[in-house]
């Protein structure tokens, strides 16, 4: 069956470093993978999309990168600030539909 | 651009009763919602898809009874919880997708807490 997984712990980093959130999936092959933010009790905010056929993806100090090969997607945050933490998710597209399945999300803490 | 509001934010409800859930696109049309249940620390089980003015397809093992969709017009659905128990309280979240292609991103609404006593 299709599986999603995002780093299931919490990843703490140090203000102004980068941070590298991971998405690797199975029994899929998805044509759009999205980026979304989540804050506590409240719904997900989009932030980037990347094609099956696109290596890499930046907006701002956010970049993605998607390698259908190894069946993987990172995000970076350069430049990290307090204001960053969150829980992201990453959704992959079900072929013929508008429908995304979510991985559970990374919790991102940027320590000051 | 591309905001979508979901009320009540927060319900508490008796055993028993229904609660409805509202998810209106504030500044576009909205030709597909979806509906989403989340549970502390996991991710987002989709619920169903609700297309305007056709009836909602539902995800295997979700009863279509119990949650009722309505998707009258192009910028409100309607997420019904009928009869509810304890075991439905949940976080339920409703998004939308501005434009029919697949990669659309979803707008989602700020999610409604829904506690059954």
């Known amino acids: 069956s299709q599986k999603i997984e995002q780093n299931s712990e919490a990843l703490n980093i140090q203000e102004g470093k980068t941070a590298t959130l991971t998405c690797n999936y199975t029994n899929y092959s998805p044509a759009y993978l999205q980026w979304y933010r989540q804050d506590p009790g409240r719904g997900p905010v989009f932030l980037l999309l990347i094609r099956e056929n696109e290596k890499e993806k930046r907006k701002e100090r956010l970049k993605v990168t998607f390698d259908t090969t190894l069946k993987q997607s990172l995000f970076h945050i350069t430049a990290s600030q307090p204001a960053d933490s969150a829980t992201y998710l990453c959704a992959l597209s079900i072929s013929g539909t508008y429908k995304y399945i979510f991985g559970t999300g990374t919790r991102l803490k940027v320590l000051a | 651009g591309a905001v979508v509001s979901q009320h009540p934010s927060r319900v508490i409800c008796k055993s028993g009763t229904s609660v409805k859930i509202e998810c209106r696109s504030l500044d576009f049309q909205a030709t597909t919602m979806f509906w989403y249940r989340q549970f502390p620390k996991q991710s987002l089980m989709l619920m169903a898809t609700?297309?305007?003015?056709?009836?909602?397809?539902?995800e295997q093992g979700v009863e279509k009874d119990k949650f009722l969709i309505n998707h009258a017009s192009l910028t409100l659905s309607t997420l019904t919880v009928t009869s509810a128990h304890p075991e439905d309280s949940s976080f339920y979240i409703c998004?939308?997708?501005?434009?029919?292609?697949?990669?659309?991103?979803?707008?989602f609404g700020n999610g409604t807490r829904l506690t059954v006593t």
């Open positions: 609700s297309n305007e003015g056709s009836k909602a397809t539902y």
């Open positions: 998004s939308a997708i501005s434009r029919g292609a697949y990669n659309s991103p979803l707008h």
